[in-house]
Structure formats: structure tokens, C-alpha cells
């Protein structure tokens, strides 16, 4: 039986109150003995001997003494936002840590962004570019973990170009007086390398831009569903929101793969992908440094070991390894990895030139 959320705060609540009251009446493990006392000072007059003190035992200090009740949970709004409340990754790290989590309901990906940069967000679940953005612009974050598959590599993935079935529109240059709908300047997916792939064929991708008409639609899912409804010409979006999330939920009958030429339900497709982007740096998921360091090194060991669809099943966070959303595209799980692999997410930054860069 998958557990739910409201549940689960009230049981910590609980808990946190039950806790509380242990320690004011037991030591750490809830054991009702007395503290142990300094024994009475012996008198060894009669054995001619001198008086001595019996050491006193003091109790250890408590390694969450400084952790904070709450931690402040967001993620960059891939999704209509009503599905992105459905993740299960806050749960598991609030379940596993004992601490309240206050889901951030983020508008777009500037919300999460700020955030960090003012500490209201202690836990944020961006996309490579985000990341990037927020550490130029003075976030103290720390990478918790990485997408990854279950033999512990990076899950990459990469940004398509739809197009309605039958355009005429080909390749990035056909782009050309076209409606484009992107995702959000501060997409990686959505807006970062399909930018890149617009001024490689002479095409100004900024939002002020004459050479294309630029459409933010705010989410993957959003960006994709225009070009189908006819808002935009063509639009770009993560892989895996086009080739099954939009074709499980309904949403999408079918989809060309020109590229590959590998379709699905071709019969009744809807959208044409007509490029593909190289592989980008798996999303991330980042910790405040204004944490204390013990809570620091307790969320990277949840985060990569814990946060995933084997032990979210196990666990009744999730039905199935095939319905678990612990983010906003399937994945395995986080693993860990540094800051340095996001070293090339800020060179093709420095390329394009984009102004979320400068920060």
C-alpha cells in the first residue's frame, strides 16, 4: 500500500513530540534507567589511604542537536505542477532523516533558483543548466547526487525538436520565421543546447529575438503540447517527455522518430522529431552548504542510497519499478558525483553567450 505524505508529516509530528519527551525523561535510546551519577567519594582513612572522587559520566552530545525541524524542498517545474508534488524523493529523505519536509511549489525555474540563493530552499532537484545558473549566481550548494542507472553510471539524456506530422520544417535552419516553443531560459533541455543548435545555422535564440518567435511555455510536457494544439510551429523538449510520459499519460497518440526512424504508433502520430541534441550532463540534486555538515553528510548518504525506484518499491514509496516517479523523467536513482562534471554545462554556457550565464 503506497504510503501517503499527510500521514506520514502527522506521524512525524508525532514522533518528533515523543521525542521530546524521551529525552527529558531517559537517555538516547529511550532507556528509563537513570543517568548514571558520580559515586560518593570514598574514604579510605581507615586504610590509611588518601580520599578520591569517583569520575562522573556525561552524556554524549546529540549529533542532531543542530539540525533544523524543517527542510524546504523544491524542483524546477518540468511538469504541470500538480505532478510534480507527486515525487517521492522528499518523502523518502524526510521518512529516512526524521525531519519535517515543506514542499516549495516553484512557478518556474527561477523560483527554485533565488531560492537557493537566499536559503529558503534547502534541497533543490534542478537540470544541469539550473544548477549551473544558481552556482554562478552565488548559491552555497553542494551536489547530493546525480541521475544514475543501477550499475552507478550517469543517466544522460537529450533535447528534442518536434514538429507537427507533415511540416515541412526539416532541421534547426528551417526554424527561420517559425514560432518555437522553448521550455524556460533556464532549461538545459528546453533552452541551453537548443539554443546552441539555433546559432550554429545563424539563428538568434533570445527571448528578444527577430530571426525566430520565441515562446516560453514553462514546462517540457507544456512546450511539446503546443506544437501538437498548433501554438507553435515546433518546439523543443527533454526525450523521454515526447517518445512515453506524454504518450502514457494520454496526452500524445503517437510519435515519428525521423531521426532514428524507430516510432511509436506511428498510425496515429501526432508529433514528428526531427532532431536531437547530444547527450547532456544528468540532472542534479543539491543541498544548502548553510546546513550544519552532519545533516550535509546525512542527506548525501540518503540521497545515494536510499533515493531510488529499488528501495522506493521495497518500501511502498512507489507500485512498481515502472511507476515511480522520483523526479520528473524515469530514472533508477541519485549516485554521487562532483562539481566538475557539470564543468561542461558552463563551457557551452560561456559558447552561446546566454545572459542566465552572467548572473
Not at 529516512?96 to 533565488?114: C, H, K, R
Not at 539554443?195 to 518567435?213: G, K, Q, W, Y
Not at 506511428?266 to 545533516?295: V, Y
Request: aromatic share 8%.
Amino acid at each position: 500500500m503506497i504510503r501517503r505524505h499527510a500521514r506520514r508529516t502527522a506521524l512525524l509530528a508525532s514522533l518528533a513530540s515523543l521525542a521530546v519527551l524521551a529525552a527529558a525523561c531517559g537517555n538516547d535510546d529511550g532507556d528509563s534507567t537513570p543517568a548514571t551519577t558520580a559515586a560518593p567519594a570514598t574514604t579510605a582513612a581507615a586504610a590509611g589511604g588518601t580520599t578520591t572522587a569517583a569520575p562522573t559520566t556525561t552524556a554524549a552530545p546529540d549529533p542532531k542537536a543542530d539540525w533544523p525541524k524543517t527542510l524546504r524542498f523544491a524542483a524546477v517545474p518540468a511538469e504541470n505542477a500538480e505532478d510534480i508534488s507527486q515525487y517521492v524523493t522528499h518523502e523518502i529523505i524526510s521518512d529516512e532523516l526524521g525531519i519535517e519536509m515543506e514542499f516549495v511549489q516553484a512557478a518556474d525555474y527561477a523560483g527554485v533558483i533565488e531560492g537557493t540563493i537566499a536559503e529558503r530552499v534547502d534541497i533543490g532537484a534542478f537540470g544541469p543548466f539550473s544548477y549551473v545558473i544558481a552556482s554562478l549566481a552565488g548559491a552555497d550548494i553542494d551536489l547530493a547526487g546525480v541521475w544514475g542507472d543501477e550499475d552507478g553510471n550517469p543517466d544522460d539524456y537529450r533535447s528534442y525538436l518536434v514538429v507537427p506530422v507533415g511540416s515541412d520544417i526539416r532541421k534547426p535552419a528551417d526554424l527561420a520565421g517559425k514560432k518555437v516553443c522553448f521550455v524556460d531560459p533556464g532549461s538545459t533541455s528546453g533552452y541551453l543546447f537548443p539554443s546552441a543548435a539555433l546559432l550554429a545555422v545563424d539563428l538568434d535564440p533570445s527571448e528578444t529575438s527577430t530571426d525566430i518567435t520565441p515562446i516560453f511555455a514553462g514546462g517540457h510536457d507544456s512546450s511539446a503540447l503546443a506544437v501538437k494544439n498548433g501554438d507553435c510551429d515546433a518546439g523543443f523538449a527533454y526525450d523521454t517527455m515526447i517518445t512515453s510520459q506524454l504518450i502514457e499519460d494520454g496526452s500524445l497518440a503517437g510519435v515519428i522518430d525521423s531521426v532514428e526512424d524507430e516510432n511509436v504508433n506511428p498510425d496515429a502520430a501526432e508529433l514528428d522529431i526531427i532532431w536531437k541534441s547530444t547527450p547532456i550532463a544528468a540532472p542534479p540534486l543539491a543541498i544548502g552548504k548553510w546546513l550544519p555538515q552532519s545533516l550535509q553528510d546525512a542527506l548525501k548518504d540518503v540521497v545515494t542510497t536510499k533515493v531510488n525506484v529499488d528501495y522506493a518499491v521495497a518500501n511502498g514509496y512507489c507500485e512498481s519499478v515502472d511507476n515511480c516517479p522520483l523526479s520528473d523523467g524515469p530514472f533508477w536513482g541519485y549516485i554521487a558525483e562532483t562539481d566538475a562534471y557539470f564543468d561542461g554545462i558552463r563551457e557551452l554556457c560561456r559558447l552561446t553567450g546566454s545572459p542566465k550565464c552572467k548572473l
